[in-house]
């Protein structure tokens, strides 16, 4: 693993690429919507901001959550497309600590070509997670190709990862599967999943439950496509804390094989990815842990209780976002 | 109410209107992405062709399902596609027996005040049945505008109600709630849900796992798109059976003072309106417990050991599917 960031590299040109990328900007509309949505109910643990909802159900805790796909990705690759849309719902479960248990679909089609590409990459990404998609809905004469995915999952409630639990003085843990490429039809996706046998990928999946069930972090939340900066940043958001990265810290593959540098990564959407927050005391075995499944974790930096989210890199320290002025998804206004 | 059929209907134009209604006809897709999705996995009880998946945790019954709305209906009026995407899916949970729990929606928006208007209705319905909004993903830049909700539910799995248990020999009902209005943007949704008081709406929404619990049917569906024809189709096709019903027996409001005629009227989307079989036993005991909440259900024909759904008015008989030969979403191909 290269760890030494290339020598071009400028805390502050980091922090406007990821500032300005659109995986974050995008993230803007969620407060108000939010605001709009919320009506009480007892047995709602958590809701909005998580990456998925927890609902007490007796001593059950269920876990529910929605994602889609860019129409980008889907024009660009529609196998791909279907695939992702069962991969990042599998996350959300897993950034819970929770386990998948079944998905439903909605899926708005155009071309018959494309629908079956992304059926086939749903079908494919479904049996390698082993997770069945077990009902939905279809709009065959659609004017658009869409597919959406929503997941069920369980887990104990006081076994979950939550994204609002972060604390000052937490370790911050960034974790990846760094075996993978870059993807051949989207250049911001890192593809692992596709290439990773099925016991490996299932093994990565219920790690993110070990360490819920062993309470071994403080919070939690699956890389999306903010990456690993921008995801850190809604993380705090929701924990309203701060926090001070490392760059050099970041664990990343060999960029120059995969061709990319070090600002492309950042903003990568990883096929398994986790952002973390720890006691000191529980880093090392974290970092053990997720090496058993073929993920390398490091310590990349502390929560703080400033709204800001800071990148060093050697003598240079730039602020990312200020979360208490503006946030990413708005959460809190 | 007014059960006289107007003189000129005919068995064989009602035929041909359900057939050929857009409604009917866009459920054909659904088969061919059945077979391409379906994977074994043992705590699956039913899946595909029900109005919702039945899931096995533990001794629970974990019920996840979801629906989209029309393009048609979101450029017609955000508000009510708003409001109709969540009453969909609680009729989705209803009709399976069960209890609406908690919903996700994905909302791609290409104009903000038609997401605003969205959202108002999703969070006015949300409100009306008890059900909250607890996630969902945003598309905030979509060339389009979709919203598709996904919810989940539970129901005890002994009594559950599915479509695909209807025997030779039932007694098939058709229940509506008639006390509404053709909705002003949008001719064939027969709209209820907006009217009711919130209390006689649930108590609406909890009379179908009455019957679960008390085992009173043997099958039932909520009535969707395809109308009430149609949506027996769509159930005798996941029972592999066929029926035969007389046309002058379909509840229906006063159809003069509606402004719609009886062709109309069986095609439309009814706010509150299940299609349920029973054996003759239970009968009168089903429609006076729907009439305690406001619903008017009627014995309107039989389920038999043939493949055709035929339609009677008088001396008339016509067909309106024949299951055996083609199917309504081709499940069985």
Request: glycine share 8%.
């Amino acid at each position: 693993m290269v760890l030494r960031v290339e020598k071009k590299c400028s805390t502050e040109q980091i922090a406007q690429v990821v500032r300005e990328y659109a995986g974050v900007t995008r993230k803007r509309a969620i407060g108000e919507i939010i605001q709009s949505l919320r009506i009480e109910s007892d047995n709602v643990i958590v809701s909005f901001g998580e990456d998925a909802a927890l609902i007490k159900n007796n001593e059950d805790g269920l876990l529910l959550a929605a994602d889609g796909i860019w129409s980008m990705l889907m024009e660009a690759d529609p196998y791909w497309a279907g695939f992702c849309s069962v991969l990042v719902n599998v996350h959300d479960i897993a950034a819970m600590g929770g386990t998948p248990l079944a998905m439903v679909d909605i899926l708005s089609v155009q071309d018959e070509n494309i629908c079956h590409d992304v059926l086939r990459g749903m079908a494919d990404a479904s049996r390698k997670f082993g997770v069945p998609i077990v009902g939905g809905h279809l709009h065959p004469d659609s004017q658009f190709s869409a597919v959406d995915v929503a997941i069920l999952g369980t887990v104990k409630p006081d076994e979950a990862i939550f994204s609002h639990t972060a604390k000052e003085g937490d370790r911050i843990i960034a974790a990846f599967d760094l075996d993978g490429r870059v993807h051949p039809s989207c250049a911001l996706n890192w593809d692992t999943a596709t290439l990773r046998d099925t016991e490996t990928l299932r093994s990565q999946i219920r790690m993110m439950k070990t360490l819920g069930e062993r309470r071994l972090v403080t919070a939690g939340k699956d890389i999306s496509n903010p990456g690993v900066i921008g995801t850190l940043g809604m993380l705090l958001e929701t924990s309203k804390k701060g926090a001070s990265i490392s760059l050099s810290k970041i664990p990343r593959p060999d960029l120059a094989k995969a061709g990319i540098d070090f600002y492309h990564w950042v903003r990568m959407y990883p096929g398994m990815g986790f952002i973390l927050t720890a006691e000191e005391k529980n880093v090392a075995e974290i970092i053990r842990l997720f090496s058993e499944v073929g993920i390398t974790a490091a310590d990349i930096g502390e929560i703080n209780n400033t709204n800001l989210l800071t990148v060093k890199y050697g003598d240079m320290e730039s602020e990312v976002f200020d979360l208490g002025e503006e946030g990413i998804m708005h959460l809190f206004i």
